[in-house]
């Protein structure tokens, strides 16, 4: 493990959830459990109510988030008991979380890794809000999830949870110099051997496409089925992938032509680390390297790939879906960029080793409601 800092800016650790919640700055109408916390994220309930929106909206600093709901609502959904969210449409479900910050602490929120590889579409919006995803230093007030399936419809219920919010104290951003360093010295980038490489660095670390299937596989992604039957978020290992996905067999010129309809899972060539002082998050969508989305679930905790110091590095599984036109990608093509920040210290617990993670010597993995 890294050497143990503090610094007044930064990503807050694991630590200073358990204080917030203990201090009424996150509080929830039931008691939030220790599962909820994450390295340096904290995972949001849906609350009991989801509503059918006609369209969606952002707040503006003048409006509460239920005023717009009593203009927009085409109906009610009780989630106590479950109810289906169907494909293609639109809801705004209040979390059972909000929250009292301190005036300089802010928040960013993204899918959670299940939510993102379902293609569900959620964003995070509180009153008064400017922007989705986004949670105002000082911020006191409930908070709320737009929440559209994309790909299938699926059955959900109260006190599941679909996003996370990770608080920063002030704009803690790392210069390519900084990241650089920080690569020689711990090590960010492993090739599917195993063996250390070189990060490539510029405004962030770039990762590129696995198109030749990984530990020994011909398969190299897979396309989601068109009118694929419902899935219920509660049930883990449960579903036979060839009912929802088609398996993408390599092909001879290491190649894939993406198709503007559909949704694909695909995984990167690297294999990438996160030290346990240090949080990343994938961006989405830069038109730099072509016209389509590339991830949609984006934190990725102090420690993935990481572990104990006994993991060189996991590969980034890559949720992908084509803007307008189709695409052609090729093997080892750039594709995405981590955006890495510095906590304010080490958390007490790290992805992997203390939480059970799902994810964390994945290769092409789907959801984890899917059969292994």
Not at 131 to 136: C, H
Request: net charge positive; with cysteine; hydrophobic share 35%.
């Amino acid at each position: 493990m890294s050497k143990k800092r503090v610094s007044p800016v930064g990503i807050l650790p694991f630590q200073d959830y358990r204080r917030f919640v203990a201090d009424g700055r996150i509080s929830a109408q039931s008691a939030i459990e220790d599962s909820q916390i994450q390295p340096a994220s904290i995972d949001l309930r849906l609350g009991a109510k989801a509503y059918r929106v006609a369209a969606g909206f952002m707040p503006g600093t003048e409006a509460l988030v239920a005023d717009k709901l009593k203009l927009l609502t085409m109906h009610e959904l009780d989630l106590s008991g479950g109810a289906v969210l169907e494909r293609g449409c639109l809801y705004i479900i209040p979390l059972q979380e909000s929250l009292d910050l301190p005036k300089d602490v802010a928040g960013s929120a993204n899918p959670k890794s299940t939510t993102g590889r379902l293609d569900i579409f959620t964003r995070l919006m509180c009153d008064r809000g400017r922007e989705f995803e986004k949670v105002p230093a000082g911020y006191k007030g409930p908070l709320y999830l737009e929440v559209s399936p994309r790909t299938f419809s699926i059955l959900v219920r109260s006190g599941q949870t679909l996003n996370q919010l990770r608080l920063r104290r002030g704009n803690p951003t790392m210069t390519d110099t900084a990241l650089a360093a920080l690569d020689k010295r711990l090590g960010l980038v492993y090739a599917p051997d195993s063996n250390r490489e070189r990060a490539q660095i510029g405004q962030g670390l770039w990762i590129s496409i696995d198109l030749e299937g990984t530990d020994g596989s011909r398969t190299i992604g897979y396309r989601a089925r068109h009118n694929a039957p419902l899935i219920d978020l509660s049930r883990i290992g449960h579903y036979d992938p060839a009912d929802f996905w088609e398996a993408l067999p390599r092909t001879k010129t290491r190649s894939l032509i993406l198709n503007p309809d559909d949704f694909y899972i695909l995984v990167s060539r690297e294999k990438i680390r996160v030290p346990h002082e240090y949080a990343a998050e994938m961006v989405p969508y830069d038109t730099s390297v072509g016209e389509f989305r590339i991830h949609y679930a984006g934190f990725f905790d102090p420690g993935f790939g990481y572990g104990a110091n006994d993991i060189q590095g996991t590969r980034a599984v890559l949720e992908v879906r084509s803007h307008d036109v189709p695409f052609l990608l090729e093997h080892g093509q750039i594709v995405g960029r981590f955006a890495f920040e510095p906590l304010t210290q080490t958390p007490d617990r790290i992805y992997g080793v203390d939480i059970g993670s799902n994810y964390q010597r994945q290769g092409l993995t789907l959801a984890k409601q899917f059969k292994r």
